[in-house]
Nanobody, 131 residues
Framework: QVRMVESGGGLVQAGGSLRLSCSVTGLRFDYYAMGWFRQAPGKEREGVACISWSGGTTHYADSVEGRFNISRDNDKNTLYLQMNNLSPEDTAMYYC????????????????????????WGQGTQVTVSS
């Protein structure tokens, strides 16, 4: 049984930082491309960042480029998202997702994934940024 558990969310002031983690069990973690997504109330899900199975390739949404950093530790089966210089516009529920190589690799990315390519999801962690 696949289990993906996000943690690290919380309330932070604008300009602050948070580090999200996603612990994965039940699948071969180093086989899957991984991604972070977010969804704010009344808005569609947005792809924030993705990372290839090896961690060698990453892509970011324009809105977070230069502020967020996605990484993974395949030995610990854990995905991370370091978020710096947070703004109230970053307030959302953040989810991690796993994509099989046949569906998405996060190698050549012309547009951030919408999540349809991702077959496994965590339950989400709330990030709230106050002004």
């Amino acid at each position: 049984q696949v289990r993906m558990v996000e943690s690290g969310g919380g309330l932070v002031q604008a300009g602050g930082s948070l580090r999200l983690s996603c612990s994965v069990t039940g699948l071969r973690f180093d086989y899957y491309a991984m991604g972070w997504f977010r969804q704010a109330p009344g808005k569609e899900r947005e792809g924030v960042a993705c990372i290839s199975w090896s961690g060698g390739t990453t892509h970011y949404a324009d809105s977070v480029e230069g502020r967020f950093n996605i990484s993974r530790d395949n030995d610990k089966n854990t995905l991370y998202l370091q978020m710096n210089n947070l703004s109230p516009e970053d307030t959302a529920m953040y989810y991690c997702g796993a994509a099989e190589p046949s569906r998405f690799k996060c190698v050549v990315v012309t547009a951030m994934p919408t999540g349809q390519e991702f077959g496994y999801w965590g339950q989400g962690t709330q990030v709230t940024v106050s002004s």
